[in-house]
Nanobody
Framework: QVHLVESGGGLVQPGGSLTLSCAAS????????IGWFRQAPGKEREGISC????????FYADSVKGRFTIVSDVAKNTVYLQMNSLKPEDTAVYYC???????????????WGQGTQVTVSS
C-alpha cells in the first residue's frame, strides 16, 4: 500500500498554469501506475492522465490532451501534473491514485490521495 499526498492546487486565471504534485510514501512507485483524476461539483469523477512507471507510457483524456503533461520523478517518488492553458472548466478537486495498471478508469486504482482544489477564474 502506498500513501499519496497531492499539493500545488490553487486559484489561477484562465490561460494560466499550475503544477500539481503527487508525493508517495510507504512504498516505491516503481512497478506502479499513477493516475490523475478530477471531480467538479455535480459531475462524475474524470480520469485525465496516467503514467506507468514500468513502461513510461502516458495517457491523456481528450479534454486535457495538449495542455497537461504528466511527469514522473523516480528519485523523489513523485508524479507531477503540469497544467497549461487552464480553462474555467478545469476547475475541480484533483486526485492522484496508485494502481497496477495505467488506465483512466478509477476502478483500476487502489490507493488515493486526499485531493487538491484547482480553481480557474478571473
Amino acid at each position: 500500500q502506498v500513501h499519496l499526498v497531492e499539493s500545488g492546487g490553487g486559484l489561477v486565471q484562465p490561460g494560466g498554469s499550475l503544477t500539481l504534485s503527487c508525493a508517495a510514501s510507504g512504498d516505491t512507485l516503481t512497478g506502479y501506475a499513477i493516475g490523475w483524476f478530477r471531480q467538479a461539483p455535480g459531475k462524475e469523477r474524470e480520469g485525465i492522465s496516467c503514467i506507468s512507471f514500468m513502461t513510461g507510457n502516458t495517457f491523456y483524456a481528450d479534454s486535457v490532451k495538449g495542455r497537461f503533461t504528466i511527469v514522473s520523478d523516480v528519485a523523489k517518488n513523485t508524479v507531477y501534473l503540469q497544467m497549461n492553458s487552464l480553462k474555467p472548466e478545469d476547475t475541480a478537486v484533483y486526485y492522484c491514485a496508485a494502481g497496477a495498471r495505467a488506465t483512466l478508469m478509477g476502478a483500476s486504482y487502489d490507493d488515493w490521495g486526499q485531493g487538491t482544489q484547482v480553481t480557474v477564474s478571473s
